[in-house]
């Protein structure tokens, strides 16, 4: 059974970038849960909080989770919120590997283009606070923890390399 890679992080951590580098090489999909979400949706996900407001963007995540869990051989870039889900987290680890990109909080902030992020327009000091806040749930979920301080391609490098050595 090829288990999923599962990257969990902070918005704007660098999940998609990561993955994207990823899946290719291991010849797998990527699935991106904020981009389904609103693939599906038909909307994006700063309509979907103004409109039917975080529960239900919650709900719609959890629902996501179900569906992906019954399946093998992806990598999954989840939404910064999502591990704030004990149950969404808890089916995606029964067939997944759990990577926690840890970018430093001040430098994401700071390279990020907040306009389409609904959790971070109330500035540096609330995302600086909401890491603090969220970092002991990523590290109670991550199987491995990759520091991101030098780019996406060498954390790319170092999830891959775990993979191989505790994958089957």
Do not use: H
Request: net charge negative.
């Amino acid at each position: 059974m090829e288990k999923n890679i599962i990257l969990i992080g902070m918005m704007g951590c660098g999940k998609t970038t990561v993955g994207a580098l990823l899946a290719q090489p291991l010849g797998r999909e990527l699935v991106d849960t904020d981009a389904l979400i609103e693939q599906r949706q038909g909307r994006s996900i700063p309509d979907i909080f103004s409109r039917d407001g975080e529960a239900y963007f919650r709900a719609l995540e959890l629902a996501l989770c179900r569906e992906l869990s019954g399946r093998q051989g992806l990598v999954i870039a989840c939404g910064g919120g999502l591990p704030l889900q004990d149950e969404a987290m808890a089916l995606l680890k029964e067939n997944g590997l759990v990577f926690w990109l840890d970018r430093d909080p001040g430098q994401t902030y700071d390279g990020l283009d907040v306009s389409d992020r609904p959790l971070a327009q109330r500035g540096r000091e609330d995302f600086l606070a909401r890491y603090a806040l969220r970092s002991p749930i990523y590290r109670r979920w991550a199987d491995y923890i990759i520091p991101c301080g030098d780019g996406p391609q060498g954390a790319a490098e170092r999830v891959s390399t775990i993979y191989r050595e505790v994958s089957p």
